[in-house]
């Protein structure tokens, strides 16, 4: 369903409006959300280029973009969902192999925590056609999760016999590049702190970990994310097991959970698919048939002083992943009116606009028809 709505951003004159349109294109972007460009593609290792593992390897690929796109780790149970599979060539726009880097070699110290079989060296990269999987979603009843995301600041302390550590983001034992990983097969964009100077003044490895929310919170600000997420992990003296423990901080909420196992895996992807649809159920939305009328919906955003200003709602608004139009409509003397074409709906727009930091919602009159916000300088 796609449905319009309009939005009145104040502005000092309409000369201003026209020089703004020029300008809009060449700010930076400032979100603190994040594009996932990889959610309509997945990679997966095989074994050779035969028909038969290329097939078997689209069909698991699609899964994965399913699971990601909808944010519902188990979709792939769903009937319709499970015959779309069975001709999963049906959605594929592109693929192409390549040799998986050889730096999968046992080295790291991730590798140091489970025993590694030797992996393929050949994986196959699938694209799919956005369009088909969003409309296979759409008809089996599924709910689509844009790419516009939260971000998430991960906090982790590691111990094992050999010592303790903070894992930042230039660590090169192979645990940011697992977590990540992990985390890209559900679509969530991760990042790790630098622990330079800024961070060692603000946090320590006790702070993160005993799990201390209110230090972590006030070591994230500089990082400008959406959530933050603490974790320990403890290997034991026999370096055999892996006890973990975890704190994700998203706004007001808060939980915890507690993962297990032989490998770093296997105590990381639980509390990936935890987070995954923590958030999915917040921001993805039951996708509806594009037969329905369309709705309107009228915003004004105050707050909106320069050329500048104006330039920036524009960039913001056309940015956002659901929105498919922006149409100036109508300049008065102290406003403007837009036109936006939304696929998401308001309950969509809403949300994305909720993850950022440029458009702050204020008090709203349940009677009016009218959204109030305002730019955040």
Do not use: C
Not at 25 to 38: E, F, G, K, Q, R
Not at 96 to 122: E, H, K, M, R
Not at 234 to 262: P, R, Y
């Amino acid at each position: 369903m796609r449905r319009k709505f309009y939005l009145i951003v104040l502005v000092p004159r309409l000369i201003g409006l026209l020089f703004s349109l020029m300008l809009f294109s060449l700010l930076p972007t400032w979100a603190s959300a994040a594009v996932v460009n990889s959610l309509y593609q997945a990679s997966i290792p095989v074994q050779n280029q035969s028909v038969s593992q290329r097939e078997q390897a689209v069909s698991q690929a699609l899964g994965q973009v399913l699971v990601k796109v909808s944010g519902n780790a188990s979709i792939v149970s769903v009937p319709q969902i499970k015959a779309a599979l069975k001709r999963a060539d049906g959605f594929m726009q592109q693929y192409s192999y390549q040799q998986i880097p050889a730096t999968q070699d046992n080295t790291s110290q991730a590798d140091d925590f489970q025993n590694v079989t030797p992996a393929p060296t050949l994986e196959l990269q699938v694209h799919f056609d956005t369009r088909a999987v969003n409309r296979l979603l759409t008809n089996a009843g599924q709910a689509i999760w844009s790419d516009n995301r939260p971000t998430i600041l991960v906090w982790l302390a590691l111990a094992t016999p050999h010592g303790y550590s903070l894992i930042g983001n230039d660590a090169d034992d192979g645990i940011p590049q697992l977590v990540r990983k992990d985390a890209a097969e559900r679509g969530l964009p991760i990042l790790f702190p630098l622990l330079d100077l800024q961070d060692q003044q603000k946090i320590t490895f006790n702070d993160v970990w005993n799990l201390n929310a209110n230090v972590a919170y006030t070591a994230s600000q500089r990082y400008v994310t959406n959530a933050v997420l603490l974790g320990k992990i403890d290997q034991d003296v026999n370096a055999t097991q892996l006890q973990a423990q975890w704190l994700f901080m998203l706004g007001d909420q808060t939980m915890s959970w507690q993962t297990q196992g032989d490998s770093l895996a296997k105590v990381i992807d639980p509390v990936m698919t935890n987070i995954a649809d923590t958030l999915a159920q917040r921001y993805a939305v039951l996708a509806t048939p594009s037969t329905q009328p369309q709705q309107q919906l009228l915003l004004t955003v105050n707050n909106v002083t320069k050329t500048s200003d104006f330039a920036k709602v524009l960039k913001y608004l056309r940015g956002l992943s659901l929105v498919s139009k922006v149409q100036v409509l109508q300049v008065g003397p102290s406003q403007v009116e837009l036109g936006i074409d939304s696929e998401g709906g308001e309950q969509a727009l809403v949300q994305a606009i909720g993850l950022d930091h440029v458009l702050q919602a204020i008090s709203n009159d349940p009677s009016s028809n009218t959204l109030q916000y305002r730019l955040v300088l």
